[in-house]
């Protein structure tokens, strides 16, 4: 069953941090460089972050030294730790296989909101 949960948004001032968590099924996870990614009104999604099975991550140079990707093999799991959120990462975000399209199966994501 192809699957993808994200969970751990929320409401958050400026400055603060949150923790984003997504479980996948295997299919979409094993052997899979994995990414999360962001969709902010009026904008269309981006990547902001990728991680490779053994543990290589590249980040959008915005986010660059605030968020962290981490993935769990075992658990088919991959989180994103993000630190001195800014009301600019206000979006719904979600994750995916990298480079994943429209066409692919997407999860219902999680809403991020920065605002004091």
């Known amino acids: 069953q192809v699957q993808l949960v994200e969970s751990g948004g929320g409401l958050v001032e400026p400055g603060g941090s949150l923790r984003l968590s997504c479980r996948a099924s295997?299919?979409?996870?094993?052997?899979?460089?994995m990414g999360w990614y962001r969709r902010a009104p009026g904008k269309q999604r981006e990547l902001v972050a990728r991680i490779t099975r053994p543990g290589y991550t590249s980040y959008k140079d915005s986010v660059e030294g605030r968020f962290t990707i981490t993935r769990d093999n075992a658990a088919n799991t991959v989180d994103l730790q993000m630190n001195n959120l800014q009301p600019e990462d206000t979006a719904i975000y979600y994750c995916n296989k990298y480079l994943a399209t429209a066409r692919d199966y997407w999860g219902q994501g999680t809403q991020v909101t920065v605002s004091s």
């Open positions: 295997r299919s979409i996870f094993t052997g899979a460089i």
